[in-house]
């Protein structure tokens, strides 16, 4: 337990200290006018309460990442406590307080517009097309299996089918509807239920006091997975550390904050608060599969959430800690498919004042999202692949979100070593990856070594171009 506290510790510690230098590098602007004012218009921009945005902000980016994503992190042993910890600090947070005071500083643009300005026209168009697919695919994949969880807790009468069309149906009233009438309203009663399972399972355990290993124990390092830590765990690892999707919400929030300071609350503050879930649900997953290799060979993450919550908490604790697991995909789900549509809206210059006009890109968009999870259900491996390719992409959204950053930071004349060095990083996770991923996993299926020496290639590449640009501006 003592690694598991000073890992909490660390995480806290971040978000005050880390937390600070970024924002002054950044230098909010107190007296600046934010979009929700001067853009005002009563469906996307509206000024509302920061307690409340930051509570939206949490669930936005709180999906499946945290809570399965750690879960499964957690086969590769205690190094999944320094990738959430180190991860969240330096990378994730700093990305998703940068991207979102990036958008509030260009009127609540789009990711995919912030990126175009700094990476040029040609990036642009690439991330459009890549953050709607993206943003549909986690759509999709956060149906799946908060549907499952609710049919193991719920009459035999609501089943698969029943649940994944109640969740659509939530989803489309939450994309097309104003955010304070259904997602303002709603999130305080999902964040309440999410942090009551947080909260249960970390006081079991300090209650239970389960035989943990120690990082300086022999062994405690051991990969218990059958893929190496370097790219896969990176990867599985996704929500609870860095993620590219995360800057794709955060022009939600940023059209709805009343002031420029209340940005490392609420984006810096909700990433670390997610780093925490992870955290907590790697340790009961590392406790979990060391009961030994039956438990181990689980490969689907909801029965063990299913199976601690329940031997932890009890039947009515296990009910509610469901809830709150069930919450958190369907609350990234619902604004996944609004950010959708309005990235569409922004590059088609379509007005969402008028609901038809709502309504007329929402309808492909959903029609996406229904054709991948129809596929997930008739391919005997279909939720594998496709979240292989959501975390993947998700992954790879960050690098490009991180040199936007990095380049902004050079013009600017500031550090911008605080996300040259994560941009560095997650380049070579993201290349070395997808070489090395299996072919029925979207990857190529290459040696290890060789998938190392490709992603390192492309990491070489990638600063030489930086320098290189960088040299060009001081001419």
Not at 163 to 184: E, H, N, Q, R, S
Not at 210 to 228: C, L, T
Not at 377 to 384: C, D, T, V
Not at 417 to 428: E, K, N, S, V
């Amino acid at each position: 337990m003592i690694t598991f506290t000073f890992a909490l510790l660390l995480l806290i510690a971040g978000y005050f200290v880390y937390g600070k230098i970024v924002e002054r590098i950044f230098q909010p602007d107190p007296n600046r006018i934010t979009p929700a004012y001067s853009k005002e218009d009563g469906v996307d921009y509206i000024p509302m309460p920061a307690w409340r945005i930051f509570m939206i902000q949490f669930l936005n980016i709180a999906g499946l990442g945290p809570i399965f994503g750690a879960i499964m992190g957690a086969k590769f042993g205690i190094a999944s406590y320094f990738w959430i910890v180190f991860g969240c600090i330096f990378a994730g947070a700093t990305h998703d307080y940068l991207a979102g005071m990036l958008s509030i500083r260009h009127n609540g643009e789009s990711l995919s517009e912030i990126i175009g300005r700094y990476l040029g026209p040609t990036a642009k168009q690439a991330m459009r097309a890549f953050s709607v697919f993206l943003l549909i695919l986690v759509g999709a994949v956060f149906v799946s299996q908060p549907a499952k969880l609710m049919v193991s807790i719920t009459p035999d009468w609501m089943n698969l089918t029943f649940w994944i069309i109640v969740i659509f149906t939530y989803y489309l009233l939450a994309t097309l509807l104003p955010i304070d009438k259904i997602i303002g309203k709603i999130y305080p009663l999902f964040g309440a239920v999410l942090l009551f399972m947080a909260v249960g399972i970390v006081a079991m355990l300090y209650i239970k006091h389960p035989a943990m290993p120690e990082f300086w124990q022999p062994g405690a390092m051991q990969n218990m997975s059958k893929d190496p830590i370097l790219p896969m765990m990176f990867i599985s690892i996704a929500c609870g550390a860095i993620s590219g999707f995360h800057a794709t919400q955060s022009p939600l929030m940023a059209r709805c904050m009343k002031n420029e300071k209340l940005g490392r609350p609420i984006f810096f503050g909700a990433m670390i608060t997610e780093g925490i879930v992870a955290l907590i649900w790697a340790a009961a997953a590392t406790v979990y599969f060391h009961q030994g290799p039956e438990f181990l060979a689980v490969k689907d993450a909801a029965i063990v959430v299913k199976d601690i919550t329940v031997q932890w908490l009890g039947t009515f604790g296990s009910v509610i800690a469901i809830l709150g697991v069930v919450a958190a995909p369907i609350t990234s789900g619902d604004t996944a498919l609004r950010s959708a549509r309005l990235t569409v809206a922004d590059f088609m210059g379509i007005e969402q004042k008028t609901i038809w006009k709502r309504i007329a890109i929402c309808l492909p968009i959903f029609g996406g999202a229904i054709a991948i999870l129809i596929f997930s259900y008739i391919n005997a491996n279909g939720f594998q692949i496709i979240w292989r390719y959501f975390a993947w992409s998700n992954q790879t959204l960050s690098i490009f979100t991180l040199w936007t950053i990095t380049v902004y930071l050079t013009l600017k004349k500031k550090p911008y070593i605080i996300t040259l060095l994560p941009a560095l990083l997650m380049t070579f996770v993201c290349t070395s990856f997808i070489f090395l991923a299996k072919n029925n996993e979207g990857g190529f299926g290459l040696s290890q070594n060789t998938c190392y020496l490709i992603g390192g290639a492309f990491t070489l590449l990638s600063i030489c171009y930086f320098w290189y640009w960088k040299m060009k501006q001081k001419q």
